[in-house]
């Protein structure tokens, strides 16, 4: 399974982060072979208001060529991450901590029926 953490830059994807996907597709032949009909989520912490839905949004004709099974069962974009996490990472706001555990627990349970499906 993949779980892409990402970050929204200007409405978008961070280009670093999009680089390395795009370096794992290289060369296009590999992209069944990485990626094809693996689980993956993505799920976003931002400075700003929105939580990264737009970030979120910008991943999904990506992952779509490369062929996986996304996990559309829950959203999580934290917005305002300055105010959720302390200076070590640590989340301190004990709804978000549940909003986490809960999409983990959520993409988990995902994750173990697709690898259990036949392919």
């Known amino acids: 399974a993949l779980l892409i953490a990402t970050p929204e830059y200007n409405n978008g994807i961070p280009g670093v982060l999009k680089n390395a996907i795009d370096w794992l597709s290289r060369p296009p032949a590999d992209i069944a072979r990485v990626f094809g009909g693996k689980p993956v989520a993505v799920v976003g912490a931002t400075i700003g208001a929105f939580g990264t839905a737009l970030a979120q949004s910008a991943w999904l004709p990506v992952l779509r060529l490369f ?13 305002r991450a300055a105010d959720v996490f302390d200076a070590g990472g640590k989340v301190k706001d004990e709804t978000v901590a ?9 993409f988990v349970r995902f994750v173990r029926e697709v690898c259990a499906a036949p392919a």
């Open 67 to 79: 062929n996986v099974r996304p996990y559309f069962g829950a959203r999580l974009m934290i917005a």
């Open 98 to 106: 549940q909003q986490i555990r809960s999409f983990a627990d959520g």
